[in-house]
Protein backbone atom coordinates (compact mmCIF):
# COMPACT_ATOMS: atom_id res chain seq x y z
CA UNK A 1 0.00 0.00 0.00
CA UNK A 2 1.17 3.42 -0.58
CA UNK A 3 -0.28 6.45 1.04
CA UNK A 4 -0.16 9.43 -0.85
CA UNK A 5 1.98 12.62 0.74
CA UNK A 6 -0.67 15.10 1.73
CA UNK A 7 -0.65 18.57 0.08
CA UNK A 8 -2.30 21.11 1.26
CA UNK A 9 -5.02 21.75 -1.25
CA UNK A 10 -6.29 18.25 -0.10
CA UNK A 11 -6.98 19.71 3.27
CA UNK A 12 -8.07 17.00 5.76
CA UNK A 13 -8.37 13.75 3.09
CA UNK A 14 -6.15 11.81 2.93
CA UNK A 15 -5.62 8.86 0.10
CA UNK A 16 -3.46 5.52 -0.84
CA UNK A 17 -3.14 3.22 -3.60
CA UNK A 18 -3.10 -0.17 -3.28
CA UNK A 19 -3.31 -2.29 -6.21
CA UNK A 20 -6.17 -0.73 -8.70
CA UNK A 21 -7.98 0.79 -5.58
CA UNK A 22 -7.66 4.33 -4.30
CA UNK A 23 -8.96 4.47 -0.56
CA UNK A 24 -10.28 7.81 0.56
CA UNK A 25 -9.88 9.24 3.77
CA UNK A 26 -11.58 12.42 5.34
CA UNK A 27 -10.71 13.55 8.68
CA UNK A 28 -11.63 16.90 9.75
CA UNK A 29 -10.15 18.31 12.52
CA UNK A 30 -11.53 21.62 12.70
CA UNK A 31 -15.30 20.89 13.32
CA UNK A 32 -17.14 17.57 14.23
CA UNK A 33 -16.36 14.56 12.45
CA UNK A 34 -19.01 14.30 9.76
CA UNK A 35 -18.16 11.28 7.54
CA UNK A 36 -18.81 10.91 3.94
CA UNK A 37 -21.79 8.16 2.91
CA UNK A 38 -21.53 5.58 0.59
CA UNK A 39 -23.88 3.42 -1.12
CA UNK A 40 -21.34 0.88 -2.32
CA UNK A 41 -21.45 0.30 -6.13
CA UNK A 42 -23.94 3.65 -6.19
CA UNK A 43 -22.36 6.78 -5.21
CA UNK A 44 -20.80 8.77 -2.19
CA UNK A 45 -21.66 12.34 -0.54
CA UNK A 46 -19.51 14.85 0.89
CA UNK A 47 -20.21 17.68 2.97
CA UNK A 48 -19.87 21.00 1.01
CA UNK A 49 -16.92 22.08 2.42
CA UNK A 50 -14.91 18.49 1.85
CA UNK A 51 -15.28 18.51 -1.58
CA UNK A 52 -12.57 20.84 -3.02
CA UNK A 53 -10.29 18.93 -0.67
CA UNK A 54 -11.35 15.64 -1.84
CA UNK A 55 -10.96 16.63 -5.79
CA UNK A 56 -7.35 17.57 -4.77
CA UNK A 57 -7.01 13.81 -3.63
CA UNK A 58 -8.27 12.44 -6.55
CA UNK A 59 -6.08 14.85 -8.52
CA UNK A 60 -2.87 13.79 -6.57
CA UNK A 61 -4.04 9.74 -7.07
CA UNK A 62 -4.34 10.39 -10.71
CA UNK A 63 -0.33 11.79 -10.73
CA UNK A 64 0.41 7.93 -9.06
CA UNK A 65 1.85 5.31 -11.82
CA UNK A 66 -0.48 3.26 -10.30
CA UNK A 67 -3.12 5.39 -11.92
CA UNK A 68 -2.19 4.65 -15.43
CA UNK A 69 -0.95 1.50 -15.28
CA UNK A 70 -4.86 0.83 -14.31
CA UNK A 71 -6.06 2.97 -17.07
CA UNK A 72 -4.12 1.03 -19.46
CA UNK A 73 -4.91 -2.41 -18.01
CA UNK A 74 -8.49 -2.01 -17.93
CA UNK A 75 -8.41 -0.43 -21.82
CA UNK A 76 -10.37 2.32 -20.88
CA UNK A 77 -11.22 4.72 -23.42
CA UNK A 78 -11.12 8.36 -22.44
CA UNK A 79 -14.37 9.21 -23.39
CA UNK A 80 -15.56 6.73 -20.68
CA UNK A 81 -17.90 8.34 -18.05
CA UNK A 82 -18.69 5.76 -15.04
CA UNK A 83 -19.91 8.76 -12.90
CA UNK A 84 -23.19 10.73 -13.15
CA UNK A 85 -23.92 14.10 -12.74
CA UNK A 86 -23.14 15.67 -8.70
CA UNK A 87 -25.96 17.08 -7.29
CA UNK A 88 -26.11 19.23 -4.15
CA UNK A 89 -28.68 18.56 -0.94
CA UNK A 90 -28.54 22.25 0.01
CA UNK A 91 -30.46 21.30 3.21
CA UNK A 92 -27.94 18.26 4.03
CA UNK A 93 -25.32 20.76 3.18
CA UNK A 94 -23.63 17.41 1.12
CA UNK A 95 -23.08 17.10 -2.48
CA UNK A 96 -23.90 13.54 -3.97
CA UNK A 97 -22.25 11.81 -6.93
CA UNK A 98 -23.76 8.54 -8.18
CA UNK A 99 -21.16 6.15 -9.72
CA UNK A 100 -18.83 2.92 -9.21
CA UNK A 101 -17.53 3.91 -5.76
CA UNK A 102 -17.12 0.25 -3.05
CA UNK A 103 -18.12 -2.97 -4.00
CA UNK A 104 -21.75 -3.24 -5.37
CA UNK A 105 -23.77 -4.79 -2.03
CA UNK A 106 -26.81 -5.49 -0.61
CA UNK A 107 -26.63 -2.41 1.28
CA UNK A 108 -29.55 0.15 0.21
CA UNK A 109 -29.07 3.55 0.74
CA UNK A 110 -25.76 5.98 1.44
CA UNK A 111 -24.76 5.45 4.79
CA UNK A 112 -21.59 6.74 6.71
CA UNK A 113 -18.16 5.50 6.12
CA UNK A 114 -14.78 6.45 7.68
CA UNK A 115 -13.08 5.47 4.26
CA UNK A 116 -14.06 4.64 1.18
CA UNK A 117 -12.37 2.75 -2.09
CA UNK A 118 -12.35 3.68 -5.39
CA UNK A 119 -11.16 1.77 -8.85
CA UNK A 120 -8.06 4.01 -10.04
CA UNK A 121 -9.43 3.73 -13.31
CA UNK A 122 -12.56 5.60 -12.63
CA UNK A 123 -10.78 8.25 -10.96
CA UNK A 124 -10.90 11.04 -14.44
CA UNK A 125 -14.13 10.39 -14.24
CA UNK A 126 -15.01 11.39 -10.29
CA UNK A 127 -12.32 14.01 -11.32
CA UNK A 128 -14.46 15.79 -13.71
CA UNK A 129 -18.07 15.76 -11.94
CA UNK A 130 -15.89 17.22 -8.68
CA UNK A 131 -14.82 20.00 -10.86
CA UNK A 132 -17.73 20.88 -12.38
CA UNK A 133 -19.57 19.95 -9.23
CA UNK A 134 -17.34 23.08 -7.79
CA UNK A 135 -17.41 25.63 -10.20
CA UNK A 136 -21.37 25.22 -10.64
CA UNK A 137 -22.97 24.44 -7.12
CA UNK A 138 -20.71 24.59 -3.70
CA UNK A 139 -20.95 28.00 -2.59
CA UNK A 140 -17.43 29.66 -3.66
CA UNK A 141 -16.38 26.71 -5.28
CA UNK A 142 -15.54 29.18 -8.07
CA UNK A 143 -12.65 30.14 -5.77
CA UNK A 144 -9.08 28.79 -5.60
Known amino acids: MYEIPPTAAMRDWAVAIDGDLAAFRCA ?3 EPLVL ?8 LGVRDADV ?3 AAAVSEA ?4 GYWLA ?3 AGCPWEEQPWGAAHRDAEEGFVYVPGP ?10 RPACRFPVALRDLRGLRIRLAACLHAC ?4 ARS
Open 62 to 65: MKTP
Open 138 to 141: VPGG
Open 52 to 54: RGL
Open 101 to 110: CGTPGDAVGY
Open 36 to 43: PRMWPGRG
Open 28 to 30: SRS
Open 71 to 73: RRR
